[in-house]
């Protein structure tokens, strides 16, 4: 039996990148996948899904507003009665550093990045308790927690939160059979990697892109799929042992201790 066999799944941020990867290596496990995303483009990423034979549908959902993701849950109870999975991915990033970074710009990437995954969470997590089972997936970074380049201190703020609330979450909903876990994704190659790629190197993104794989000792950026199999893992029931803590899925680029260091 594959592993997400039956179980009803939300993965949020999914009309695309790390979302859609998800998104697509669920559905191959067996999954009832649920994409949301504040992007009508959301629906197109479901009809792929769909014309491949998986069991999907697509929901519109703004994260940062509680009647949007009201909704949306409702939509799904209706079509499956229950939510056994939540993968929390939508997020945004803004490279600037903290003078440069005007309020209105830091509040939006907050309240995508840290009141998105707490208003998600907390509209689903009553049928989670209801039924004493569920599997809560968080997308952090290594950003924050592990390392920060210059410009971004207000995403490594907010990616860092998340692994504070993965804890605490996990804790409180032990008793419930319910296991919250967090990722931690270097640099894959999604539209964020390249939007920062083209936000620090207008003129030659590639460049940048490049100069990122260099990093990294498996010598490439990773792939939407290889965080899906991941986040599979963790939503599925392989993983029923594993609450409260993150896992690292970046090709070994917080690995190196210095770039002179060595032979």
Same mark, same amino acid.
């Given at each position: 039996?594959?592993?997400?066999?039956?179980?009803?799944?939300?993965?949020?941020?999914?009309?695309?990148?790390?979302?859609?990867?998800?998104?697509?290596?669920m559905?191959k496990?067996?999954?009832?996948?649920?994409l949301?995303?504040?992007?009508?483009?959301?629906h197109?990423?479901?009809?792929?899904?769909l014309?491949?034979?998986?069991?999907?549908?697509? #929901?519109?959902?703004?994260?940062?507003?509680?009647?949007?993701?009201?909704?949306? @849950?409702?939509? @799904?109870i209706?079509?499956?009665?229950?939510?056994d999975?939540?993968?929390?991915?939508?997020?945004v990033?803004h490279?600037?550093?903290?003078?440069e970074?005007?309020?209105?710009?830091?509040? =939006?990437?907050?309240?995508?990045?840290?009141?998105?995954?707490?208003?998600?969470?907390?509209? @689903?997590?009553?049928?989670?308790?209801?039924?004493?089972?569920?599997?809560?997936?968080?997308?952090?970074?290594?950003t924050?927690?592990?390392?920060?380049?210059?410009?971004?201190?207000?995403?490594?703020?907010?990616?860092?939160?998340?692994?504070? =609330?993965?804890?605490a979450?996990a804790r409180?909903v032990a008793?419930?059979?319910?296991?919250?876990?967090?990722?931690? *994704?270097?640099?894959i190659?999604?539209p964020?990697?390249?939007?920062?790629?083209?936000?620090?190197? *207008?003129?030659? *993104?590639?460049?940048?892109?490049?100069?990122?794989?260099?990093?990294?000792?498996?010598?490439?950026l990773?792939?939407?799929?290889e965080?899906?199999?991941?986040?599979? =893992?963790?939503?599925s029931?392989?993983?029923?042992?594993?609450?409260g803590?993150?896992?690292?899925?970046?090709?070994?680029?917080?690995? *190196?201790?210095?770039?002179? #260091?060595? @032979?």
């Amino acid at each position: 039996m594959a592993k997400m066999s039956g179980k009803v799944v939300i993965v949020t941020g999914a009309a695309m990148g790390n979302g859609l990867g998800i998104a697509k290596v669920m559905a191959k496990y067996g999954g009832k996948v649920v994409l949301a995303d504040l992007s009508t483009s959301v629906h197109d990423a479901c009809k792929q899904l769909l014309e491949q034979g998986y069991e999907a549908m697509s #929901v519109e959902m703004d994260v940062s507003k509680p009647a949007s993701i009201q909704s949306a @849950v409702q939509q @799904v109870i209706e079509k499956y009665g229950k939510i056994d999975a939540l993968v929390n991915n939508a997020g945004v990033i803004h490279l600037g550093s903290l003078l440069e970074t005007e309020d209105k710009d830091r509040d =939006f990437l907050f309240n995508v990045n840290i009141n998105g995954v707490w208003n998600v969470t907390k509209a @689903v997590l009553p049928y989670m308790k209801e039924k004493k089972y569920g599997r809560i997936v968080n997308l952090s970074s290594v950003t924050g927690m592990m390392v920060a380049d210059p410009g971004e201190t207000a995403y490594a703020t907010s990616k860092a939160a998340i692994i504070g =609330f993965t804890k605490a979450l996990a804790r409180e909903v032990a008793e419930f059979n319910i296991t919250v876990n967090a990722i931690q *994704p270097g640099y894959i190659l999604t539209p964020m990697a390249k939007q920062i790629a083209e936000e620090t190197n *207008p003129n030659n *993104p590639n460049e940048v892109i490049d100069g990122i794989a260099s990093g990294v000792p498996l010598g490439r950026l990773g792939e939407i799929e290889e965080v899906g199999e991941l986040a599979s =893992f963790l939503a599925s029931d392989e993983s029923s042992y594993i609450t409260g803590t993150q896992i690292v899925i970046d090709g070994g680029s917080t690995l *190196p201790e210095t770039i002179s #260091v060595g @032979v």
